[in-house]
């Protein structure tokens, strides 16, 4: 199964040789058994840089087959820069279908974002993982974090909400805000904003998280807990605007701030340029309906 | 019958550095309550020894039980690494000469307090926070202090905040190494009479390792001195510093008595 | 008779010889230009510009031909011949709001006045060997670039204004302001400690990229971490004006390329503070733009005592940090280890012997 390169060479579909690829189905598999655990892969050299989604891609093109659907989104908008490059590195190595349509994608690739529309089952989705470890800012070695996660020795985490609550009488992660997979594992969503946390718990999805650079690969299967970590009197919350979507009206979706001049001038959108479009159309078919 | 029980049992322990003994065929038992005071000069072997007793170095030889709170004695180098860890944060405190070793520097004092409390699965903010003011005071350090980061505090109050963090979840037994080496004597006095007056209240059990004969006069029941890796004289504290045998102690008292 | 081995002269003069035939290689093979190399091995000139804080480009390719493409040892040709030149004048600080823009990109908005251009970059290629450029004298097809919103538009505004500026005028990132005293020049007062961040920079901007790199990433692995976004990077022109006494205004001299790269980094505030973005500054000749972020964070890591964070990690640690960044020294000093050192190693010997019989003689005395 090869796809011919632009120069007479040629790649194999979706750019990994097989065996690569049934080496990362196998760590999905495992990550899939110990939902949140962190497991360890032998990460192949690709032909982007290290902490622009090498883990992301190696995942997908895994899983990835001539039937599926492929979304890509950056930031949760299908047209920025990572995005198109990644979906076209895809186009090119597997010929498979591509969508904008978050409904239907039956593999969606995503850095820092989840899609406003609700998941579904059978659908896949891809993070992107700069970062695997949640214990790395209390403690960088990885020989103590793995012993951590092996006794289960989460405490210090709360340590350091406790010192934002303190500080700021708030919590103040803002982004990548640590959750705790199927009452076990703790785990870092990727840096996806918490206004997604909630969408993480029972997702009938399948999510899968690959780090290409720090080589693992980990995993929340459909309809797992995924509990994001708080006090009892200081629960979770998330992310809320006093804006709505200056395009389409939206008051659910996460917001992007755009600077539109030098004098202070800001605009809000939908960072989900997907739902954002959707919901506009489904706007103007409204109106004409109306009319 | 648990009072018939020592709360650690050390028998024969010894470690080598090399062929180098770092301490040799140390045996002792420590009661509930009981405060054991270790001497000698640096390099006697008593930190070595400290060390083995508080599972943070395997000796060579000999056994550390410990009995735990469901009254079982439990060899220490035997336990799983989950049961040790846990041991060593909830049931058992060390209080490091340098108080920089014992705290986060990079959090705040409550948090400090609040960090065994979270590990062992306290989840309401407002009681740990509750909690560390009452042990701040205990300590005698302003409640008001509770957000500031510990390099702001003198090096007697790093010290009671490190002895806070380690007695905020009732420990049974704390080991202490030279706690008040490094401060000033006036903060020295007031240490050891905060500590004397916490260890009595919370009956608590003490390895004390230190080279000031003045801290074990002041807060040890029993006495233990350290040459060369071995123990040369032990009995009541009293006693030894009074009536020294060993011609090591009587040249460490004399020494004192000079100084 | 045994006689030691003399003629070092004779030596260097050799190996200078063969020095001088591998460095010109094959003679059957053209011999490399120093137009060809400042205009088709751009990056590795403009490093060595950086490292040897000199603007000459042509200087700079004749000290990688000079060097074999040994980058290091150009940095050390080029700041050799640095430090032999006059000096006439100081510039006017350089303004980089007033730079022509060629490539701008923030990874914090994503639109803004001027918009994003990603100008000439190797981000999002496909890094694939393009085989085509095997063939000589052939162009490789030029893919048409992508870009995140429009391609450069031909009424591209004169001033773009700089993220950080947008931010300051909000009130949320702290304002770096000058303090009007003249920065210390580190090429002729020698550093001392603790070091001002103006002296920081200088010793920063003269780095080992790579050295500065492993650092810069330790800082994004938990080793002194500084939340760090990339507020801005923008590369371009830039005038270098003088102010000569007797005129009442000054005058431009010439353009310099440069790479300007601004993170904006977590800062919780104290009690006097509130809490507001802080910056990490990073400045490269030409397009140093790897060095320029590396810079960024590695400043605003040094920045660690004077925000009234604990510094525990390599990358907070000034001391650490400009003592060892200077790749002329690193590798001056690595490799002296190269030279004689026969007598320290003669007195070594006769220790060890003498401890090794001591201990035979305990071992026996012990059986």
């Known amino acids: 199964m090869t796809t011919p390169d632009s120069r007479g060479g040629s790649y194999n579909f979706a750019y990994l040789d097989e065996q690569s690829k049934r080496m990362i189905r196998r760590a999905i598999l495992k990550a899939v058994a110990l939902p949140g655990y962190q497991v360890p892969f032998g990460g192949r050299e690709m032909p982007m840089p290290h902490g622009w989604g090498t883990g992301g891609i190696q995942v997908t093109a895994s899983i990835i087959g001539r039937d599926d659907v492929l979304k890509v989104i950056d930031q949760g908008a299908d047209d920025t820069t990572n995005a198109v490059s990644i979906r076209n590195f895809f186009l090119r190595t597997t010929g498979v279908a591509t969508t904008e349509r978050t409904a239907d994608a039956s593999i969606i690739q995503t850095r820092h974002r989840m899609p406003e529309r609700k998941l579904q089952e059978g659908q896949i989705m891809v993070f992107q993982v700069p970062i695997p470890e949640p214990l790395r800012w209390l403690e960088p070695r990885e020989s103590e974090t793995r012993t951590m996660h092996a006794l289960a020795e989460y405490g210090i985490m709360h340590v350091r909400l406790y010192e934002d609550i303190a500080r700021l009488g708030r919590i103040a992660t803002a982004y990548d805000y640590p959750v705790q997979v199927n009452g076990r594992y703790l785990m870092r969503p990727s840096p996806i904003p918490k206004f997604d946390n909630p969408k993480l718990d029972r997702n009938p999805a399948l999510l899968l998280f690959g780090a290409g650079r720090e080589k693992r690969i980990y995993a929340v299967p459909p309809y797992t807990d995924v509990k994001s970590l708080d006090f009892e009197d200081h629960p979770f919350e998330v992310q809320s605007w006093d804006h709505t979507c200056a395009l389409c009206g939206a008051d659910d979706s996460f917001l992007d701030e755009i600077v539109t001049d030098d004098k202070g001038g800001r605009m809000f959108v939908c960072s989900d340029t997907d739902y954002c479009a959707e919901r506009r159309t489904a706007d103007g078919a409204n109106a004409e309906a109306a009319e | 019958m648990s009072a018939d029980l020592p709360l650690l049992r050390v028998s024969q322990v010894s470690h080598f550095y090399g062929d180098r003994a770092g301490c040799r065929d140390v045996s002792f038992d420590l009661w509930p309550g009981e405060i054991i005071g270790i001497v000698g000069e640096s390099g006697s072997g008593k930190t070595t020894l400290l060390n083995c007793l508080s599972a943070r170095l395997q000796p060579s030889h000999g056994r550390v039980i410990y009995r735990d709170r469901s009254e079982v004695m439990r060899d220490i180098y035997a336990l799983g690494e989950a049961e040790r860890r846990f041991l060593t944060r909830t049931d058992w405190g060390f209080v490091h000469q340098n108080p920089r070793d014992g705290l986060r520097l990079g959090v705040t004092a409550g948090a400090n307090i609040g960090e065994r409390l979270m590990a062992v699965g306290t989840r309401h903010y407002g009681n740990i926070r ?26 007697g109050m790093q ?12 420990p049974r037994l704390v080991f202490m190494d030279e706690p008040t080496g490094g401060l000033d004597v006036s903060v020295q006095a007031r240490l050891l009479d905060l500590l004397r007056d916490l260890v009595t209240r919370l009956k608590l059990s003490v390895v004390l390792v230190t080279h000031d004969l003045a801290v074990v006069r002041l807060l040890a029941h029993r006495l233990m001195v350290m040459q060369r890796g071995r123990v040369v004289e032990e009995g009541l504290t009293d006693q030894v510093l009074d009536d020294p045998h060993h011609p090591y102690t009587q040249l460490l008292v004399s020494s004192v008595l000079q100084a | 008779m ?21 460095r010109r290689g094959d003679p059957a093979v053209p011999e490399i230009s120093l137009d060809q190399i400042e205009q088709q091995l751009s990056f590795a000139v403009d490093r060595v510009m950086s490292e040897g804080s000199l603007y000459d480009p042509e200087l700079a390719a004749l000290a ?24 006439f004048a100081d510039s006017l600080p350089i303004d980089t709001a007033d730079m022509a823009v060629r490539r701008r990109v923030s990874a914090i908005f994503k639109d803004l006045p001027g918009g994003q251009m990603l100008g000439p970059t190797f981000d999002y290629t496909l890094r694939l060997l393009d085989f085509s450029l095997m063939a000589e004298g052939k162009p490789a097809d030029i893919e048409v670039p992508m870009s995140a919103s429009d391609p450069m538009p031909a009424d591209a505004p004169a001033q773009m204004p700089r993220v950080t500026d947008l931010l300051v005028a909000d009130g949320i990132l702290a304002a770096e302001t000058d303090d009007g005293e003249r920065p210390a020049d580190i090429t002729r007062i020698p550093l001392s400690f603790p070091a001002d961040r103006a002296t920081r920079l200088q010793a920063l901007a003269r780095g080992d990229e790579g050295f500065l790199l492993g650092l810069g990433y330790s800082t994004q692995r938990g080793y002194g971490r500084s939340h760090p976004f990339a507020g801005e990077i923008r590369m371009g ?36 503070n509130p809490p507001q973005f802080t910056r990490g500054y990073g400045l490269a000749f030409g397009q140093g733009e790897r060095k320029a972020m590396a810079m960024a964070l590695v400043d605003r890591a040094l920045r660690a005592e004077e925000l009234g964070e604990v510094a525990t990690s390599p990358a907070q640690d000034a001391e650490f940090v400009l003592s060892h960044c200077d790749n002329l020294e690193a590798s001056g000093f690595v490799q002296h280890l190269k030279l004689p050192h026969y007598v320290d190693f003669q007195a070594e010997l006769s220790t060890l012997r003498a401890l090794r019989a001591a201990h035979a003689k305990r071992a026996e005395a012990a059986e």
């Open chain 2, 159 to 170: 010290q009671r905040l490190q002895i806070a963090r380690n007695l905020v979840t009732a």
């Open chain 3, 237 to 272: 022109d830039v005038a270098v004006e003088l102010q000569p006494e007797e005129l009442p205004f000054p005058i431009e001299i010439g353009d310099i390329e440069l790479t300007e790269c601004q993170m904006v980094n977590q800062y919780k505030g104290d009690a006097e």
């Open chain 3, 2 to 22: 045994y006689v030691a081995v003399k003629g070092g002269e004779k030596a260097i003069a050799g190996a200078h010889r063969l020095l001088a035939e591998e």
């Open chain 3, 64 to 87: 990688i031909k000079q060097a074999r493409g040994d980058l290091v040892e150009a940095v050390f040709l080029l700041r050799a011949y640095r430090t032999t030149l006059p000096r």
């Open chain 2, 130 to 155: 509750d909690t560390a003011r009452d042990w701040l005071g205990r300590v005698e350090i302003d409640a008001a202090r509770i957000d500031d980061l510990p390099p702001a505090f003198s090096g």
